[in-house]
């Protein structure tokens, strides 16, 4: 069975930082190019960030450029996302999703067929 578990999740004040991890089981990652996304209440869900399945291309959205950093270790069978500076409107659900691409780069706009449960940021004072 595939399945996606995301972790790393939790309260954190305003200017901290969080890591989240995504770990694959059932399946390698080596494959995948994989996104984070987010949902905060109320709102519709919104594409973070994206690596590609070599590592070597990677995209943000503006509103966490320079603030976050999605790194994968294929070794490992994870991807992470480095979240620091982390501002109250970063709180939110995050899932991470993964989509079979051996090649190319990334987007979040496209299709990813794999999702986690989701892990809770919140971030306030």
């Known amino acids: 069975q595939l399945q996606l578990v995301e972790s790393g999740g939790g309260l954190v004040q305003p200017g901290g930082s969080l890591r989240l991890s995504c770990a694959a089981s059932g399946f390698t990652l080596h494959s995948f190019r994989i996104a984070w996304f987010r949902q905060a209440p109320g709102k519709e869900r919104e594409g973070v960030s994206c690596?590609?399945?070599?590592?070597?291309?990677?995209n943000y959205a503006d509103s966490v450029k320079g603030r976050f950093t999605i790194s994968r270790d294929n070794a490992k069978n994870t991807v992470y996302l480095q979240m620091n500076s982390l501002k109250p409107e970063d709180t939110a659900v995050y899932y991470c999703?993964?989509?079979?691409?051996?090649?190319?780069?990334?987007?979040?706009?496209?299709?990813?067929?794999?999702w986690g449960q989701g892990t809770q940021v919140t971030v306030s004072s």
């Open positions: 999703a993964a989509d079979f691409s051996p090649f190319g780069g990334c987007a979040m706009t496209t299709r990813y067929d794999y």
């Open positions: 690596i590609s399945s070599s590592g070597g291309r990677t």
